[in-house]
């Protein structure tokens, strides 16, 4: 299985923003507000039409942890359904196992949802599950075993009562049901994701 294994830290630079989501990269941020690189603080041009497509794509892809193929596999997908394309790809990515994890307050990040998930941590109807990309269908229950709640890294976010469940899924205890997909702007993925569906229209 592919995976991102180098600098997250530079990604957050690149596209200048905390698309992780965690304190440590605000401070990187603050401290190297430019691209990485040794011409890093020289790049000031307007980026393309095609430059601002491919770094929107880039960066969607960023934020899930995923690879070209399968996120290609996902726009295909999301092309052939009567929702609109953009739309849609954004709800598969949402209903991943790992980013429900990752959601429904159980890790940190999307990088320790994706492994908590490999590591046999995660039920789905009662059934474990290792595979981070498996689709969760609205009614369906994820859930932690007893053991993985003593985790201290999980048991610290199960104790968290700021944790911001959205709307759409239920949380109770150690498990939490996938009500319905998300609509657009329950997403708070910041993305211009028409410029993903031109990209791919091209």
């Known amino acids: 299985m592919a995976r991102y294994t180098k600098s997250r830290a530079k990604l957050v630079r690149a596209f200048n923003e905390n698309i992780f989501g965690l304190p440590k990269y605000d401070k990187i941020l603050a401290k190297k507000p430019y691209h990485p690189g040794a011409h890093g603080k020289k790049m000031q041009r307007r980026p393309s039409d095609y430059g601002q497509q491919l770094k929107e794509?880039?960066?969607l892809k960023?934020?899930?942890?995923?690879?070209?193929?399968?996120?290609?596999h996902y726009f295909q997908t999301a092309r052939k359904t009567q929702t609109a394309t953009g739309e849609k790809l954004l709800?598969?990515?949402?209903?991943?196992?790992?980013?429900?994890?990752?959601?429904?307050g159980f890790s940190r990040s999307r990088p320790a949802a994706r492994q908590l998930v490999n590591h046999n941590h995660i039920l789905v109807d009662a059934q474990r599950v290792n595979i981070p990309s498996c689709l969760v269908k609205p009614g369906q229950v994820i859930s932690l075993t007893q053991k993985t709640a003593k985790i201290p890294d999980v048991a610290s976010r199960l104790a968290n009562k700021d944790v911001n469940v959205?709307?759409?899924?239920k949380r109770q205890a150690?498990?939490?049901?996938?009500?319905?997909?998300?609509?657009?702007?329950e997403i708070d993925t910041n993305i211009q994701e028409q410029l993903i569906v031109e990209f791919y229209s091209r």
Do not use: C, H, M, T
């Open 62 to 72: 960023a934020v899930y942890g995923i690879q070209e193929r399968q996120f290609r």
């Open 166 to 169: 959205p709307k759409w899924l």
């Open 91 to 104: 709800q598969l990515l949402e209903s991943r196992l790992d980013n429900l994890v990752y959601r429904a």
């Open 57 to 59: 794509k880039q960066k």
């Open 174 to 185: 150690l498990a939490a049901k996938l009500i319905r997909l998300p609509e657009r702007d």
